[in-house]
């Protein structure tokens, strides 16, 4: 649908593997009151791979929403690097390679659920036509078919962080960035839409850097689940998740995944 | 067709509403008849209510052409056409200056100390004044109702400006949304409902100012109509008839305006903090 | 690099709306604000002169000054204090209340203009004194007015409260007196400031204009008018400047008590 330029010299970034490459980044808040300042991130490197599913995971402070909002470019790190595919974060969202999805579903109020998950596509100046065969094509992979006429409020939780998913999925990102997104819903839907970002994951084939503060969800979706703690922030340990996809609700209650969960437990610092 | 249901309909707010318009018709009645018993001229301090609105109908013409209401009435146009414009160009005024308060923070910086002063100072106090500047009683209404106009619809648009959610922006930033995008697709609209706000204040506020300014020098005008009257130089029914029409005029400005935010924004604003209208979650 | 930004930051939230009141004085000052505006000095004097007018009738204007601040604080008291009584009314008895309250604030787009003659009319046999009655007249236009805004805000801060915390009255076994005690009257103290800052400033535009309408020529409101009457602009300023500086007055006042009395809070 949406063609996406790919420069020769990204391409040759992506043939080896690496989508983001984070190098020995710092990010520093200045105290405003005049005190110490805040390391909310020192020395982290990382590399995720293309088509990657990776969980920050770590307790409040840990600054992995930080690390985050750093790739998204809606933070500039102290010092240190990060590119993607080659490239600035800057010059990657100018392009419009991001998908972000926040904490809070963050629709607006005057537009319905198609409108909302429109609104992107608007932005970027594809034609009528064509935005409203995605809307429905996106609707359709969050299921939430009959539902696109309906406004934010009149929708549950869920049901609005679906909208939420729909519209960063609407415009093809190569990335999809997610902050925390189902932490303000209960169990049972969150659970549910676990399972449904996977299968949408396995059919986008996009890259996705997911924050949760939830372990058991961290190693239920991901590839790699990379541990953050606090004070400073910094990375403490990188467990890979060896369980086999595709992945069901059921994988939760076996061992391996126990085991996987203890795994990433265990791994915190100091706290 | 569904079956009517009376109990819903007793049960509803608006004979509460009822009853108390009923129970200040009462009280009013009661005043009248005992002024009638005390005074010399009741109908200076108290009518009763159906002398009022016997007026209204009574054919009896008060100058050399025109009945009480046909007076009232004609006058009261001059006055709403007034208020109308200086509301319309304050409103306009009070946006635009609120739109560029948001763009620039040195504007803001600049006029935002005395945008709080504005509110703290009596501006019909000086409806005399610009009168005197502007020596023509027509542009003074229209003046004052715009300045008394533009303020409220200045800060509280501002206040919308303000209140948009650092995520919503950071969305559109991570969109590299063009400024000209950002201000079409998510400030105005969003700040509609703020904008609103300081209209519904400044609607009843410029129609007084309208009827403030009249008073002060012949011409026409209800306010102008009113001094008349009250002067003896005509029926005082007329003075009557403009109170309770003012008070009417008063209301419905802001009905109107209450009217226009729910034609301007599309989605049903009451079930917004009801919950009234949530759907079930999606079964899978 | 950070802090200098900062420091810019604070310096100029006071430097430009200095800069702005400086160019617009100069503007007035030098006559170009007067062929902007089409004014003559004789209509739009210069500040100098309105200065020197207000320096050298301080005395007459004080006593004005006290007979607008009595109409403007007394009705706005009385209103006041009206209005808290009415929104516990509407507490207790909440359906007809609120209704109550509907109405009271449909009210509220009546035109003062309308109210301030019936209130000289009524009053007309309170006191063989017209000073005196012409102020009952005033006290209670501004006490009509500043009535509504303080019932609808003590209503909501009497009802409007926090989930939890009047199930943990009840878990006390608390009485009604005692929820009123603890529970809603210190909840609608902010609610009483919102009020006021809609009514503070309020109180001196009601008063004012109810002045225009009095029988007994007393007041600022007054002043402006007669003045302009007699086309003494310069003394009409005079008083604008007068009622400007009360307005800003009291609301300071307002800002003061609140950020003593709400300290704390939010």
């Keep these: 649908m949406q063609a996406i330029r790919k420069l020769p010299e990204t391409d040759a970034v992506v043939n080896d593997g690496v989508e983001i490459k984070i190098e020995n980044m710092s990010v520093r808040f200045s105290d405003r009151t005049g005190g110490g300042a805040i390391d ?39 010092s240190g690097s990060i590119t993607v595919r080659g490239q600035t974060p800057r010059e990657i969202r100018l392009q419009k390679k ?5 904490q809070n579903p963050v629709l607006y109020d005057w537009r319905t659920a198609r409108r909302n998950v429109c609104m992107p596509m608007e932005l970027m100046g594809i034609p009528k036509q064509q935005r409203t065969a995605t809307v429905s094509e996106m609707l359709d992979m969050v299921n939430l078919q009959g539902f696109g006429f309906k406004y934010p409020h009149q929708l549950s939780g869920g049901m609005q962080q679906r909208v939420g998913i729909a519209r960063a999925l609407a415009i093809k990102p190569e990335i999809l960035l997610m902050d925390e997104p189902f932490s303000a819903l209960d169990e049972f839907t969150k659970e549910k839409l676990n399972e449904e970002l996977l299968s949408i994951w396995s059919k986008a084939k996009k890259t996705i850097v997911f924050v949760t503060h939830n372990i058991s969800e961290s190693v239920f979706l991901s590839d790699r689940v990379v541990v953050l703690s606090p004070h400073p922030g910094r990375i403490s340990a990188i467990v890979d998740i060896t369980l086999p996809r595709p992945r069901h609700l059921a994988v939760k209650d076996t061992p391996e995944f126990s085991a996987l969960v203890s795994k990433v437990r265990n791994s915190f610092e100091g706290v | 067709m569904k079956p009517v249901n009376w109990k819903k309909i007793f ?7 009822v009853a108390w318009v009923v129970g200040l018709i009462v009280v009013w009645e009661i005043g009248a008849t005992i002024v009638a018993g005390v005074k010399r001229t009741p109908e200076n301090v108290l009518p009763h209510l159906y002398q009022i609105i016997g007026s209204v109908f009574s054919t009896q013409k008060v100058n050399s052409s025109q009945t009480a209401i046909q007076l009232v009435l004609s006058n009261a146009w001059v ?8 509301f319309m160009l304050g409103a306009s005024i009070g946006f635009l200056l609120a739109l560029l308060m948001s763009r620039f923070v040195a504007v803001e910086k600049m006029l935002f100390p005395y945008l709080m002063i504005i509110q703290m100072i009596p501006i019909l106090g000086m409806a005399p004044i610009v009168l005197a500047i502007t020596k023509n009683i027509d542009k003074s209404r229209i003046v004052i109702a715009a300045i008394l106009t533009f303020y409220p619809v200045a800060t509280n648009t501002l206040s919308g400006f303000k209140a948009v959610e650092k995520e919503k922006r950071e969305l559109m930033y991570s969109y590299a949304a063009s400024r000209f995008d950002i201000y079409r697709k998510l400030l105005i609209p969003y700040c509609i409902p703020y904008l609103f706000t ?8 410029a129609i007084t100012a309208s009827i403030l300014v009249d008073t002060l020098q012949g011409g026409g005008g209800l306010g102008c109509m009113m001094s008349q009257s009250l002067k003896h130089a005509m029926t005082i029914y007329v003075f009557w008839q403009i109170v309770f029409l003012s008070a009417i005029i008063g209301i419905l400005s802001y009905q109107l305006m209450v009217w226009l935010e ?11 903090n009801g919950g009234t209208g949530k759907a079930k979650e999606l079964e899978a | 690099m950070r802090n200098w930004k900062e420091s810019w930051n604070r310096f100029s939230t006071v430097f430009y709306p200095i800069l702005f009141g400086a160019l617009m004085i100069t503007l007035w000052q030098t006559g170009i604000l007067h062929k902007i505006l089409g004014a003559d000095t004789f209509t ?27 109409v403007a604080l007394g009705g706005l008291f009385l209103g006041s204090l009206l209005g808290y009584l009415l929104g ?5 008895f909440t359906k007809w209340g609120k209704g109550g309250l509907t109405l009271a604030s449909a009210f509220n787009a009546i035109p003062i203009i309308a109210i301030a003659p019936i209130l000289n009319n009524l009053t007309k046999d309170v006191s063989p004194n017209a000073n005196i009655r012409s102020m009952v007249a005033k006290i209670l236009v501004v006490t009509i007015t500043s009535t509504v805004a303080m019932s609808v805000n003590a209503y909501r801060g009497l009802t409007e409260i926090k989930p939890f915390s009047m199930d943990l009255m009840r878990s006390y076994a608390a009485t009604e007196r005692q929820i009123f005690w603890k529970l809603r009257l210190p909840n609608s103290l902010p609610f009483i400031f919102t009020a006021l800052r809609v009514s503070v400033p309020g109180c001196v535009i009601s008063a004012l204009v109810s002045e225009y309408f009095a029988e007994y020529i007393v007041g600022v409101g007054r002043q402006i008018r007669e003045n302009i009457v007699l086309a003494q602009y310069a003394t009409a300023w005079a008083y604008i400047s007068v009622a400007c500086l009360m307005g800003i007055a009291l609301y300071v006042v307002l800002l003061i008590f609140e950020s003593i009395l709400l300290k704390g809070r939010k």
């Design chain 2, 262 to 272: 729910k034609l301007v924004s599309p989605y049903p604003k009451e079930l917004k």
């Design chain 3, 44 to 70: 739009l004097p210069m500040p100098h002169r309105i200065y020197t007018i207000i320096k050298e009738n301080l005395p007459v204007i004080m006593q004005n000054v006290q007979a607008t601040l009595i």
């Design chain 1, 40 to 78: 909310a991130l020192t020395n982290v490197s990382l590399d995720i791979r293309q088509g990657e599913f990776v969980s920050l995971v770590g307790p409040s402070g840990c600054g992995k929403t930080t690390l985050l909002r750093a790739i998204a470019d809606l933070q500039e790190p102290t």
């Design chain 2, 79 to 86: 006055t709403l056409a007034r208020a109308g414009i200086g």
């Design chain 3, 88 to 92: 516990v009314v509407a507490a207790i």
């Design chain 2, 198 to 205: 300081g209209l519904k204040i400044a609607a009843p506020m």
């Design chain 2, 11 to 17: 049960a509803s707010s608006i004979w509460v509403t």
């Design chain 1, 98 to 102: 991001f998908g972000i999805v926040f």
